[in-house]
């Protein structure tokens, strides 16, 4: 896994050749996690941040998954990135709520 996630990242600056589908890297690293990959599914979910550093929805599912893991730290850490960039999401200030509970 960390071979291809080094190759896609090499791909980057020459996006004009290719198209990586933040949805569905997204559901590629839900599905991962689902199905009990956490480690592989947060490398897929980070590469999605990596890709779309201004989405809410990548930064939540990254969060969703370091809170699955128990890593708290990270899991708010990328709930404050999604809410920075979408102050008025009711889904991330829940999830912050429930963190503090």
Same mark, same amino acid.
């Given at each position: 896994m $960390?071979?291809? +996630?080094k190759?896609? =990242?090499?791909?980057?600056?020459?996006?004009? &050749?290719?198209?990586?589908?933040?949805?569905?890297m997204?559901?590629?690293?839900t599905t991962?996690?689902?199905?009990?990959s956490? $480690?592989?599914a +947060?490398k897929?979910? =980070?590469?999605?941040?990596?890709?779309?550093? &201004?989405?809410?929805?990548?930064?939540i599912s990254l969060?969703?998954a370091?809170l699955?893991?128990?890593?708290?730290?990270?899991?708010?850490?990328?709930?404050k990135?999604a809410?920075s960039?979408e102050?008025d999401?009711?889904e991330?200030?829940k999830l912050?709520?429930e963190m503090?509970?």
């Open positions: $960390d071979f291809l +996630i190759k896609v =990242k090499e791909m980057k600056p020459d996006s004009s &050749k290719y198209f990586i589908d933040e949805k569905e997204q559901r590629i690293g991962l996690l689902f199905y009990g956490p $480690d592989d +947060i897929i979910l =980070k590469l999605n941040t990596y890709f779309y550093p &201004k989405s809410a929805t990548a930064a969060g969703k370091y699955k893991t128990n890593n708290i730290d990270l899991a708010g850490e990328y709930f990135k809410l960039i102050p999401n009711k991330i200030t912050l709520k503090k509970d």
